[in-house]
């Protein structure tokens, strides 16, 4: 039987080795597939280039934080590619008020000193127990690092620059998980659950000990969902897969 492709998307600030753990694991049942979310400032754009890059055939789409945005637009666009869905860490909320305030202060702030900004971020990226762990908080650091500001403040941009996607979360047909970190401060878990009374069937798991950065944060229990998720999942027909 032919493997699904799962296309991965990062988050703010990440890159594919966000998806380190899911990508080794899942290789042997999904052809991986990982975006770029650096080159535009723009969620519709991303979108666009996302479906440039994708595989031609239909695709599971994760998105995280970010991507997770970026998916919702996809979904928008493109729902006939997408053979199911998986949004974690995610809002379906454009920006209020005091939100877009503190992302304008942050951007300001990364032009002076990117690395400070960073590590004020870093309590609110990861759970209070895993700011200890000296491993992931490097890992975490060096994929900001290595990304930049000039991307950090593109990436903001664009979520500036998001549409609140709530209206649209019906028209999702296929098979939806939705995850979260239980501790996430930034798209907290009662957000999951607003999007989970929107979208017929989804599906919801709130992993403990977990912050905003789940992929990273408890890397196996994230897995096995999606190892659970794609087992489940009616595959794609040939035909399907040919279109």
């Avoid at 280039?49 to 998105?63: D, I, R, S, W």
């Avoid at 403040?153 to 664009?158: C, K, T």
């Avoid at 009374?197 to 789940?214: K, R």
């Amino acid at each position: 039987m032919n493997k699904p492709h799962l296309l991965l998307l990062p988050g703010l600030l990440c890159d594919y080795r966000l998806w380190r753990h899911q990508a080794e694991e899942l290789a042997e049942i999904a052809h991986i597939t990982h975006a770029d979310l650096t080159q535009s400032d723009s969620v519709a754009e991303l979108a666009s280039q996302v479906l440039a890059q994708a595989p031609e055939q239909t695709f599971a789409l994760v998105g995280h934080s970010l991507g997770g945005d970026v998916a919702l637009e996809i979904m928008r666009r493109a729902p006939h590619r997408v053979f199911a869905l998986a949004l974690m860490d995610t809002s379906a909320h454009a920006d209020s008020t005091l939100d877009a305030q503190a992302r304008l202060e942050l951007m300001r702030q990364a032009e002076c000193d990117f690395p400070a900004v960073v590590t004020a971020l870093l309590p609110r990226l990861l759970h209070p127990g895993h700011l200890q762990n000296k491993a992931l908080v490097h890992e975490v650091m060096v994929m900001a690092e290595h990304l930049g500001s000039v991307t950090f403040i593109r990436q903001q941009r664009a979520l500036l620059g998001r549409m609140d996607s709530r209206a649209s979360l019906g028209q999702i047909a296929c098979p939806t998980l939705l995850l979260c970190g239980l501790q996430d401060l930034i798209t907290p878990p009662a957000l999951h659950l607003e999007m989970q009374q929107s979208i017929e069937g989804a599906q919801l798991a709130q992993i403990e000990e977990s912050g905003h950065l789940t992929p990273m944060e408890q890397p196996h229990r994230v897995t096995c969902n999606l190892k659970d998720w794609l087992g489940t999942l009616q595959r794609p027909s040939p035909q399907m897969l040919r279109e």
